[in-house]
């Protein structure tokens, strides 16, 4: 069955500073990938999907993620981080359009002044 | 559009109580799952309808049931409520045939006392 791995439940980064948040998926076959994000006490947003149209997606917020097959990675980035981007990060996986998604554990970004 | 909507945003239960959870998918969605997520943890699939059925299931227990209705809004049940089942739970639409993309609603929490 397909699974997604997040290195890191806690990531601190510095306003204006990289942001990195790691992604491992364990699948038997060329995996739909998907990043979400979650502020409190809400539902989960979409940042951006992988489809296999392209390696490297951009998605909302000036985040994207690079898939890459021979690490079985998809990292999240954002060159410079903002206080508004503190959240929790969820990659999720599904293996084909019908299946659900499952998703990982989650890692809560927290930005500083 | 008001998107994905679920009722009520907020519910507290007895233990050993039953509760019914409501949503209604993004106009166009004909796909509907259901997700628990305990606090700091990922959402967990428990099960998706389509066409009126329950079409796959993860792993939780029959106390955890659905219908979904001709219009595509469904319901989540849950009998003989424990402790443990306090969560957020998430809906999530989509099309079938047109995307792999899923929208969220905003949740209801549930606490049981």
């Given at each position: 069955a397909q699974s997604v791995t997040q290195l890191g439940s806690h990531v601190s980064v510095s306003e204006g500073a990289l942001v990195l948040l790691r992604c491992n998926y364990s699948s038997s076959v060329p995996p739909y990938l998907f990043w979400y994000v979650q502020y409190p006490n809400q539902g989960l947003q979409l940042l951006l999907k992988y489809?296999?149209?392209?390696t490297l997606v951009k998605g909302i917020n000036g985040f994207e993620a690079e898939f890459k097959k021979s690490e079985t990675s998809f990292h999240l980035t954002k060159p410079s981080a903002h206080m508004s981007d503190a959240a929790e990060y969820f990659c999720a996986v599904i293996k084909n359009n019908n299946n659900d998604m499952r998703f990982g554990a989650g890692t809560r970004l927290t930005v500083k002044p | 559009d008001a998107g994905v909507t679920q009722s009520p945003t907020h519910l507290i239960k007895t233990r050993g109580q039953q509760v019914t959870l409501r949503c209604s998918p993004k106009s166009g969605h004909d796909t509907v799952s259901w997700y628990q997520q305990a606090l700091g943890q990922g959402p967990q699939f428990i099960f998706q309808y389509y066409e009126e059925e329950e079409r796959q299931r993860g792993n939780?227990?029959?106390?955890f049931s659905g219908h979904q209705f001709p219009n595509y809004s469904s319901e989540l049940n849950v009998n003989?409520?424990?402790?443990?089942?306090s969560a957020l739970y998430l809906c999530a639409s989509r099309s079938r045939q047109a995307n792999t993309e899923a929208f969220f609603g905003q949740g209801t929490r549930l606490t049981v006392v």
């Open positions: 489809t296999s149209a392209a | 939780f227990p029959d106390r003989a409520l424990l402790l443990g089942d």
